[in-house]
């Protein structure tokens, strides 16, 4: 059965518009059944699968299945007819063809690089007024650093790592599964294509040994719960001389006694008597940064109402200026009364005519009129 007698469409049973994943799956499907591994000794099940795998070849490479719907198999001849002709193209390479559906079991490539180092996290707690200023904080972590000993190579000084007998310095080796040839990591190198014989006493051939780390780490003013520095490179250390991972320290702001915290906006509640409400005063509030802000209480005030102080909120993180601070105003009623309070305000509850509270006036004028009075 020759492959340029046939059309490539009919070798793997598809329509002439089938997607590449119909192609792929039929390929698979006939690859599979007559794969010599499990014929073996069968001529006719051997160019059969020679078939499957040219049509796959072509078909599964727009520009070659382009110039194959255009010019059949006068495209890929010596010499081919149509204009960029593949002349001579081989579609004998099965080790290409199971590389594109299997990955890289057939594919080339050297050693296995070694792998950087793991990064790290470490959760840091700091205060709103840290957040606010910013510091400098010192802390302590056990971490792989590179062994002083070896200086990281895992052999013990004086000696040196060689190629790998098992796979020839490759990192990797072929082994039979079925009727497929994978390829895998050296089980005597780790992929790494070399081996120590001698292996460092102190790291134990590693190239990294655990030990406590101090650093210092800055903190910029304007952090939030959720703020993640990055301190490059002061993660684990990598094997045999690798490069080191990174420290990713994590923000945890604690809750303050009088500010909550949205974003750069800073807000207090602030509590008033009913007569500093009725007729109005002057607060003063202290921001983060030691400033002390007079905040006007108008006549009148009701609870909840929100007064805005322009400037005194927390810092832009990475940024100029910042935020506000509002102030809430919770009115308090009194609980203790003297006899005298009591007396001037039962002299006050007789002299109301209803427009003193207009809300509470409106809301009673209201029921009267949905219940009929």
């Known amino acids: 059965m020759s492959a340029t007698e046939i059309d490539f469409y009919e070798v793997l049973g598809v329509a002439r518009d089938a997607d590449a994943a119909t192609i792929k799956s039929a390929y698979r499907k006939l690859a599979m059944q007559y794969h010599p591994d499990r014929n073996a000794g069968c001529k006719e099940n051997e160019d059969k699968f020679k078939a499957v795998s040219a049509a796959y070849e072509c078909l599964k490479d727009p520009q070659k299945r382009a110039a194959y719907d255009r010019y059949g198999h006068a495209a890929f001849q010596q010499g081919g007819g149509g204009p960029g002709g593949f002349g001579g193209q081989d579609f004998g390479d099965i080790g290409d063809i199971f590389e594109t559906i299997f990955g890289s079991a057939f594919g080339g490539g050297g050693r296995q690089q070694p792998r950087r180092g793991a990064d790290l996290r470490y959760d840091m707690e700091i205060t709103l007024d840290e957040a606010f200023h910013g510091r400098e904080r010192q802390i302590e972590i056990e971490v792989s650093q590179t062994c002083d000993t070896c200086e990281g190579s895992g052999a013990t000084p004086g000696t040196s790592a060689r190629r790998c007998n098992l796979c020839g310095g490759m990192g990797k080796v072929r082994a039979k599964q079925g009727f497929f040839v994978v390829e895998r990591a050296c089980p005597n190198c780790h992929g790494r294509g070399e081996v120590i014989e001698s292996p460092c006493r102190d790291c134990r051939g590693e190239g990294r040994i655990d030990r406590p ?11 939030d719960t959720g703020t993640r520095i990055r301190l490059s490179g002061k993660g684990e250390a990598g094997p045999r001389g690798a490069p080191p991972g990174d420290l990713y320290i994590f923000v945890h702001v604690r809750p303050h006694p009088v500010f909550q915290r949205e974003g750069t906006t800073l807000l207090t509640r602030v509590p008033i008597s009913f007569t500093t409400a009725a007729l109005g005063d002057s607060i003063e509030i202290p ?33 100029r200026g910042r935020g506000d601070m509002v102030v809430e105003i919770v009115v308090e009623t ?35 009129t949905a219940f009929g009075g």
Do not use: N, W, Y
């Open 334 to 368: 009194p609980t203790k009364l003297t006899r005298a309070q009591r007396e001037i305000l039962e002299q006050f509850r007789e002299t109301e005519t209803g427009d003193e509270c207009p809300d509470s006036k409106g809301f009673f004028d209201r029921l009267r």
């Open 213 to 223: 780390q101090a650093l210092d780490v800055e903190i910029p003013p304007g952090v």
């Open 287 to 319: 921001d983060l940064g030691g400033d002390h802000h007079q905040v006007t209480i108008p006549a009148g005030i009701q609870s909840g109402k929100q007064l805005r102080v322009r400037g005194a909120g927390m810092p832009v993180l990475q940024g």
